[in-house]
Nanobody, 118 residues
Framework: QVQLGESGGGLVQAGGSLRLTCAASGRTFRNYNMGWFPQAPGKERQFVASISRTYGNTYYADSVKGRFTISRDNAKNTMYLQMNSLKPEDTAVYYC???????????WGQGTQVTVSS
C-alpha cells in the first residue's frame, strides 16, 4: 500500500505555469503506475496524464498534450506535473493516484486546488 499527498497548487493567471508534486510513502513507489486526475466543480474526475512504473512511459489527454509534462523520481518517491500555458478550463482539484495494475488506480491523494484566472 502507498499513501499519497499532493502539493503545489495555487492561483495563477492564464498563460502561467505551476508544478504539482505528489509525495508517496513507503519503499515500493517504483512499483506503481502513477497518474494525475483533475476534478472541476460539478464534473467527473478525468484523466490528464500517467507514467508507467517500469519504463516511465508517459500518456496524456489530448487537452494537455504539449502543455503538461509528467515525471517521476523513484529515488525521492515523488511524481510531478509541470503545467505550462495554463487555461481557465484547467481549473480543478488535481488528484494524484497510483496502482499496481495497468489502468487501475487504487490509491489516491487528498487533492490540491489549481485555479487559473482569465
Amino acid at each position: 500500500q502507498v499513501q499519497l499527498g499532493e502539493s503545489g497548487g495555487g492561483l495563477v493567471q492564464a498563460g502561467g505555469s505551476l508544478r504539482l508534486t505528489c509525495a508517496a510513502s513507503g519503499r515500493t513507489f517504483r512499483n506503481y503506475n502513477m497518474g494525475w486526475f483533475p476534478q472541476a466543480p460539478g464534473k467527473e474526475r478525468q484523466f490528464v496524464a500517467s507514467i508507467s512504473r517500469t519504463y516511465g512511459n508517459t500518456y496524456y489527454a489530448d487537452s494537455v498534450k504539449g502543455r503538461f509534462t509528467i515525471s517521476r523520481d523513484n529515488a525521492k518517491n515523488t511524481m510531478y506535473l509541470q503545467m505550462n500555458s495554463l487555461k481557465p478550463e484547467d481549473t480543478a482539484v488535481y488528484y494524484c493516484a497510483g496502482g499496481l495494475a495497468t489502468n487501475e488506480f487504487r490509491y489516491w491523494g487528498q487533492g490540491t486546488q489549481v485555479t487559473v484566472s482569465s
